[in-house]
Antibody
Framework: QITLKESGPTLVKPTQPLTLTCTFSGFSLTTTGVGVGWIRQPPGKALEWLAL???????RYSPSLKSRLTIAKDTSKNQVVLTMTNMDPVDTATYYC??????????????WGRGTPVTVSS | SYVLTQPPSVSVAPGQTARITCGGD??????VHWFQQKPGQAPVVVIY???DRPSGIPERFSGTNSGNTATLTISGVEVGDEADYYC??????????FGGGSKLTV
């Protein structure tokens, strides 16, 4: 059974960095064709993709947020960590991590965590 | 960057057919995935690779993709289908792109 769970602070002050951890089970990020991504959703708004990491450690970032994001994996702990710098109230959202697979083309995010809410406020 | 356009809302009566569109430049040349999201829950894939249905998703859900429009069709809509629906593609420049979402009201 594949599960993912996001963890991190629920409240962050403006200008501070945010570090979120996705802890997963039921698969390994050393397996060819597997990846994990981060997606966020501000209250009442649409899904927004942030970053993803492939099994071979290739990383991709949203063009609009690339300068603020870092994604990394720790395969020994089955974790993927996302860091976002210089947080602003507009970054208030529920943050999700999700698993995808890559064959000839990337597949959908088939498995999602339940999400973790983050509020940016002083 | 690549943009996907969805109608903000779609309304249908129970038992009718709902069609939710997702517009994008030459989207027919890309692979489209559709997600259903109910309040307070994470998104769930209902259609992937344009037309495929994950196990557990009713046959009432189907997808097409051609030209500049992909369409999610829900036949015999039920009250339980009321949710937000998002289309998503992988783009060579923007990587992952989501549509703005469509709220289905039954």
């Amino acid at each position: 059974q594949i599960t993912l769970k996001e963890s991190g602070p629920t409240l962050v002050k403006p200008t501070q960095p945010l570090t979120l951890t996705c802890t997963f089970s039921g698969f390994s990020l050393t397996t060819t064709g597997v990846g994990v991504g981060w997606i966020r959703q501000p209250p009442g708004k649409a899904l927004e993709w942030l970053a993803l990491i492939y099994w071979h450690d290739d990383k991709r970032y949203s063009p609009s947020l690339k300068s603020r994001l870092t994604i990394a994996k720790d395969t020994s702990k089955n974790q993927v960590v996302l860091t976002m710098t210089n947080m602003d109230p507009v970054d208030t959202a529920t943050y999700y991590c999700a698993r995808f697979t890559f064959d000839i083309l990337p597949g959908p995010f088939h498995h999602w965590g339940r999400g973790t809410p983050v509020t940016v406020s002083s | 960057s690549y943009v996907l356009t969805q109608p903000p809302s779609v309304s249908v009566a129970p038992g009718q057919t709902a069609r939710i569109t997702c517009g994008g430049d030459k989207i027919g040349s890309k692979t489209v995935h559709w997600f259903q999201q109910k309040p307070g829950q994470a998104p769930v894939v209902v259609i992937y690779d344009d037309t495929d249905r994950p196990s557990g998703i009713p046959e009432r859900f189907s997808g097409t993709n051609s030209g500049n429009t992909a369409t999610l069709t829900i036949s015999g809509v039920e009250v339980g289908d009321e949710a937000d629906y998002y289309c998503q593609v992988w783009d060579s420049t923007s990587e992952v792109v989501f549509g703005g979402g469509s709220k289905l009201t039954v």
